[in-house]
């Protein structure tokens, strides 16, 4: 490879910090929600969870890193990123279920 270009893998070692810190705050942030009773804890559901604040928190991170920041702010930019992530899927499945029920047939026995 010639000097100066950059490859994906060596771009996705240098951001690995910042992917283990996204899933280290996904983890905490699934536990919490479990113990507040927000969530019923279910592994499908934990990995779902960390899929998605990972999968935007590391792309967060790559164009923090592409617009020229340090590791150390693209790792709070993926935590912030993926936390956000999460937290609008949140809401909407909170408005999905107010909108249309709980997923049991709505007003089918009516």
Known sequence: M???ESSLLESM?????AGLLAVVGATFDYLYSVKKGKRVWSLVGYLIHLGF?????YLAALLAVGLGYSVEVAGAVAGGAGWANT?????????????YGNGNGGNACK
């Not at 070692?13 to 910090?17: H, I, K, Q, Y």
């Not at 604040?53 to 928190?57: E, I, K, L, S, T």
């Not at 937290?87 to 909108?99: E, G, P």
């Open 13 to 17: 070692v240098n951001l690995m910090p």
């Open 53 to 57: 604040a990972v999968f935007v928190g």
């Open 87 to 99: 937290k609008l899927i949140d809401l909407f499945v909170m408005w999905w279920k107010t909108k």
């Open 2 to 4: 010639p000097n100066g």
